[in-house]
Every structure is written in structure tokens, then in C-alpha cells.
């Protein structure tokens, strides 16, 4: 399956969106590799097992299941998890890109792949529709969960 969106961070013409900076949107993504249990319901421990200037190995632990993946950071730009494909988990990819499409515009740009069947044909595709779908709810709450720690960090 690959299944991309976008989520707006800033928008000029709509000031109810709040605003973030680079720098913030940054910290956040970096949070999310640091520490993605505020990001990931569910997940109960997050152990780095392996860390270099750009990148992170992670052991992802949810309840019996534990999920590895490799954490490729290219700063101000873009964060890539790649996780491992086992027997009880079909592996991937996620790259969250930030993106200005105008001056004073943020976006983030959500690209999954997986090994999950797309074609239109497939016995999977309402399964495959389901798991975009929950993708995109993960995202929008990866955003609110960076806005409460810019919130938080601003007032230090």
C-alpha cells in the first residue's frame, strides 16, 4: 500500500489554526522519535537500542508484540520510520516531511508504504481502506499532541 495526505500546519488565511514554527514542528517530530508514547496509544515502552547523529534504532513494545524499527532523521526536513517485518507484523515505512508551499505556510506530508495489497481488485481493499483511514485519525493526533508541546514549551 502507499497512501500519502497532508496535514496543514499554518495557513495565513486561516489564523484559527494557530501557528507553529519550523523549530517547533521539528522539536515535535523529534519528540516523536525520542519518546512516541504520547504519539502511539498503546505503546508501553519504547527502548533506543542502537543512536547515531541521524539516525535511531527502536524497540516499539505494545503489549506481547514488539515492533523494531530504524529512525532516519534529516534535520529541519523530514523524520523516516522504517520498521521491521516479522512474522506478526508486516513492516514499512512512514516518512513525515515538513513542507512550506508558500512563505508563512507549513504542511506536513504523511507518505506511507507497506506491504499491505492496493490494487483495486484485492480481497484486502476494505481492510486496506480501514488502515488508511486510521492512519490519517494517527496523523491529525501526531499534530495535536506537537501543538501541546510547543503550548507547553513556550511559556518555560
Request: overall charge negative.
Amino acid at each position: 500500500m502507499n497512501f500519502e495526505h497532508l496535514v496543514v500546519i499554518n495557513d495565513p488565511a486561516d489564523p484559527a489554526l494557530g501557528e507553529l514554527t519550523r523549530e517547533e514542528l521539528w522539536f515535535g517530530l523529534l519528540c516523536r522519535a525520542e519518546d512516541p508514547r504520547a504519539f502511539l496509544p498503546g505503546l508501553e515502552t519504547c527502548t533506543i537500542v542502537e543512536r547515531s547523529d541521524m539516525e535511531l534504532v527502536r524497540e516499539l513494545k505494545f503489549g506481547a508484540a514488539v515492533i523494531r524499527d530504524r529512525v532516519t532523521l534529516v534535520p529541519m526536513e523530514s523524520v523516516r520510520f522504517e520498521s521491521e517485518r516479522t512474522e506478526s507484523h508486516a513492516g514499512g515505512t512512514l516518512t513525515i516531511a515538513i513542507e512550506e508551499p508558500a512563505p508563512g505556510q507549513l504542511v506536513l506530508r504523511f507518505r506511507y508504504l507497506t506491504t499491505l495489497p492496493d490494487d483495486a481488485g484485492s480481497p484486502d481493499r476494505a481492510y486496506v481502506e480501514y488502515v488508511k483511514s486510521a492512519y490519517h485519525q494517527s496523523d491529525l493526533d501526531t499534530v495535536r499532541v506537537i501543538r501541546m508541546i510547543a503550548e507547553s514549551t513556550r511559556f518555560q
